[in-house]
């Protein structure tokens, strides 16, 4: 049994991670994009999203698992996080030059201390992720203020922009979540 967590009663491998970055991905309009291109040219931009992210990801993160048009990711560091989720953007902004199909993502970033489940991670951090990605625009990155707080400040990134753009309650909260909008520095 691992020190950082214990075993739920009556579920083996359920163990709390440690603190972290939950992120989530989600191809917007992809209800449409189906009704509109068809089956195969979704799957294809889900793949392109999952190839693309996987090429990015640095070595103490992984794709936690896809989930229909999105994917559930972890990262060990917050900034790794932010700059992953902002690499990503930039990659499919570039890839969605001159294409029939351009890829639009929204992701959204929370930290915090999820419970695991084999594989998986479960429980209100992933859910305040979740929905912390559903606020999010096409090509935005949105994180909580609790990542906020685990880099030290919203300056704490080199090159990297977060700003505070208010509190917000999201389905099954009750207390508003502060969200901050993530962007790259136009200045060095």
């Known amino acids: 049994m691992s020190v950082r967590g214990l075993a739920a009663p009556g ?3 359920r163990e709390t991670t440690g ?31 999952t190839s693309l992210t996987r090429e990015v990801l640095p070595p103490a993160s992984r794709i936690v698992k896809e989930i229909g048009d999105g994917l559930l990711l972890w990262f060990d560091d917050p900034v790794d996080a932010l ?35 084999g594989d ?11 929905r912390v990605t559903g606020l999010a625009g096409p090509g935005e990155v949105l ?6 707080d685990a880099l030290g400040g919203a300056a704490a990134v080199a090159g990297v922009r977060i700003e505070f753009v208010g509190a917000t309650y999201v389905k099954g909260l009750a207390a508003p979540v502060p969200v901050h909008a993530v962007t790259r520095s136009s200045t060095p």
């Open 11 to 13: 579920g083996a491998g």
């Open 19 to 49: 603190a972290g970055a939950i992120a989530f991905t989600d191809i917007v309009g992809f209800t449409e994009l189906t009704e509109l291109h068809g089956d195969d040219a979704a799957l294809a931009l889900v793949d392109r999203q």
């Open 83 to 117: 700059c992953t989720a902002l690499t990503v953007q930039e990659h499919l902004a570039e890839s969605a030059l001159g294409d029939e199909l351009p890829l639009w993502v929204r992701i959204g970033v929370h930290w915090g201390a999820p419970k695991r489940r």
């Open 120 to 130: 998986d991670l479960i429980g209100h951090d992933v859910n305040l992720a979740s």
């Open 143 to 148: 994180c909580t203020g609790a990542v906020v």
